[in-house]
């Protein structure tokens, strides 16, 4: 990880489209117990004892959760803070 957590879980990496999918959607930033696939369509396996951000709510009344590697937000972040300099 070379951000704070906040700043993955305030990264903006979906624009906004994740939270009209997913009700009560809650943000944090998670070692993983068990291998993911990145939900971002990179399809980067995030590995057990990798971090990732998890995010979860409910869709249809469902509950759901999604992962996103640490990397992909890393890259994103990288981005934006290029364009900000
Ligand atoms: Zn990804």
Redesign the pocket.
């Known amino acids: 990880m070379k951000y704070k957590p906040e700043e993955y879980i305030d990264s903006g990496f979906y624009g906004g489209d994740m939270d009209s999918d997913i009700e009560n959607i809650k943000s944090k930033v998670v070692k993983c117990r068990k291998p993911h696939r990145?939900?971002?369509?990179?399809e980067?396996e995030i590995g057990k004892g990798d971090y990732a951000l998890l995010e979860s709510g409910f869709t249809d009344g469902k509950p759901v959760s999604v992962y996103?590697?640490t990397?992909?937000i890393d890259k994103w972040l990288d981005e934006i803070s290029v364009k900000e300099a």
Do not use: D, E, P
């Open positions: 990145c939900v971002c369509g990179c980067t996103t590697s990397q992909c």
